[in-house]
């Protein structure tokens, strides 16, 4: 007769021994905020993205070239009929869009590095609606867009400066696309990776560490008690 087998140590059950990585989800999904608090975040983006429309207005009236105009008592020309002026103010508000777009991303990035979809749509908005409140400022506190009335107050044959005008309407679109750009960027690069999925834990190593290759237990040669194996000696668990 063979030795009775010795039962093989059963592994932890999974409600003892949780899987690996569960502790990190839910440390992630404590960590991601709901709906309604992003919904707050990407309005506070918004708003706050927006405001800067106005140091844009401001920076377009300051920096911009002005267009000379010259009035004969009877119509207005251009002081210089070849001068680039006028497409300078566009060059002007562009650049400008673009430098605040890089500005404004990388704030945001700094203090929401988590993102979300609703912090990337307030940011592109944002500066959107930043953009036109930059040309408005800007238009509104330039010179009068009443030519006529401002050619009759200079005089004949004084030189004064044209209305603020942007001229080429895409260049609105520098400072949202520049924003957007630049936060995938900061995202790509700098935001820490999920860690990948683990495996459900098997069972099969534990539960076939002890057995042979050929899925029989054999007692040792010698016929003495193997402490690895459990198994019994000679006259140990045997009948006459």
Do not use: C
Not at 26 to 55: K, N, S
Not at 148 to 173: K, N, Y
């Amino acid at each position: 007769m063979t030795a009775p087998q010795t039962p093989s140590p059963k592994p932890p059950s999974d409600s003892a021994w949780p899987p690996p990585g569960t502790s990190a989800a839910i440390t992630r999904d404590a960590e991601t905020p709901d709906v309604a608090t992003e919904v707050r975040q990407g309005l506070m983006v918004f708003l706050l993205v927006a405001l800067g429309g106005v140091a844009l207005g401001l920076l377009w009236l300051w920096l911009a070239p002005r267009v000379p105009l010259i009035s004969d008592s009877r119509a207005v020309f251009l002081k210089e009929s070849e001068g680039e002026n006028a497409v300078g103010a566009d060059g002007t508000f562009a650049l400008l869009g673009l430098g605040l777009g890089v500005l404004s991303a990388a704030v945001v990035f700094w203090f929401r590095r988590r993102g979300g979809v609703a912090v990337v749509v307030g940011l592109a908005l944002g500066g959107l609606a930043g953009s036109f409140l930059g040309w408005g400022l800007g238009t509104l506190l330039g010179p009068t867009h009443d030519v006529v009335a401002h050619a009759r107050s200079a005089g004949p044959g004084v030189v004064f400066d044209a209305p603020l005008e942007l001229q080429a309407h895409g260049a609105l679109l520098a400072w949202p696309i520049a924003a957007m750009v630049v936060h995938l960027a900061l995202t790509a690069l700098f935001t820490p990776r999920d860690p990948e999925p683990v495996a459900p834990w098997s069972p099969e190593p534990y539960a076939h560490r002890d057995q042979p290759a050929d899925g029989h237990r054999h007692l040792p040669e010698d016929g003495h008690r193997d402490p690895a194996r459990g198994a019994d000696a000679p006259g140990e668990g045997r009948r006459p």
